[in-house]
């Protein structure tokens, strides 16, 4: 799970954004205030992208500079309310990685996290021992073996996958796999027990009291 920090007064705004990442297994922790990620910042809580959202014309981009001087180099990615091509230099020097300009659709949005945070955006994924993992034809090439899943067992491979090599908890598998049906940890236990038995040499590891997790996608 990747998680994104946003500076933003827009509650709304969180939402909605919160809404189209969750299906791709990011989480958006909202701020009011820069004093307030500052402060989070020095406690040393770290994401995978910073997304600050400002009015162009005051062009304050302090926030970034204070990121910057802390030789943190994590994505920063800014929100503006309206074009303003006198700050784009401004923007290009204080080593900001990339803006969005309001009104935009989430799939714009969803294109920028996804570019800022490297995540595959193809339907491929490749494994260690020579595994490919194609979730679109739900199946597992192993060397010249193809291997078909179940629709459960591909979504469960496939937000492992995705989440590599970060731990996926046990709550969000169930949300993701079973809608908000009546499962288990069993049920869970049952479903990746299936997957290794189809593919014994895909190494997913349990962590005790937490969740699954696949060590290396190449």
């Given amino acids: 799970m990747k998680h994104i920090l946003l500076l933003s007064k827009d509650f709304d705004l969180n939402v909605s954004l919160s809404a189209a990442l969750y299906r791709f297994n990011f989480r958006i ?3 009011e205030s820069e004093q307030d990620v500052m402060d989070d910042f ?3 809580n770290r994401y995978d992208l910073y997304v600050f959202d ?3 014309k005051q062009g304050d981009l302090s926030l970034v500079k204070f990121i910057r001087d802390n030789k943190n180099t994590t994505p920063i990615l800014l929100i503006l309310d309206e074009s303003i091509p006198t700050l784009f230099k401004k923007i290009y020097y204080a080593r900001v990685d990339d803006f969005i300009i309001r009104p935009f659709p989430p799939d714009e949005f ?3 996290v996804f570019k800022l945070c490297k995540v595959l955006l193809g339907s491929k994924f490749e494994f260690a ?3 490919v993992f194609d979730k679109e034809s739900l199946y597992v090439t192993d060397k010249d073996k193809r291997i078909e899943l179940g629709k459960k067992e591909a979504l469960l491979l496939e937000t492992l996958a995705k989440n590599a090599p970060h731990v996926v908890t046990y709550q969000e598998l169930d949300h993701l796999i079973y809608k908000g049906e009546s499962s288990s940890q069993d049920r869970l236990r049952s479903l990746l027990r299936e997957i290794r ?3 014994p ?3 997913i590891k349990t962590v005790r009291g937490i969740g699954y997790k696949i060590d290396v996608v190449l």
Avoid: S
Wanted: glycine share 10%; net charge positive; charged share 25%.
């Fill in 110 to 112: 969803i294109f920028h």
């Fill in 54 to 56: 400002i009015k162009a």
């Fill in 42 to 44: 020095d406690n040393g």
């Fill in 197 to 199: 038995q189809k593919i």
């Fill in 29 to 31: 922790i909202r701020f």
């Fill in 129 to 131: 021992n020579g595994l």
């Fill in 201 to 203: 040499n895909l190494e």
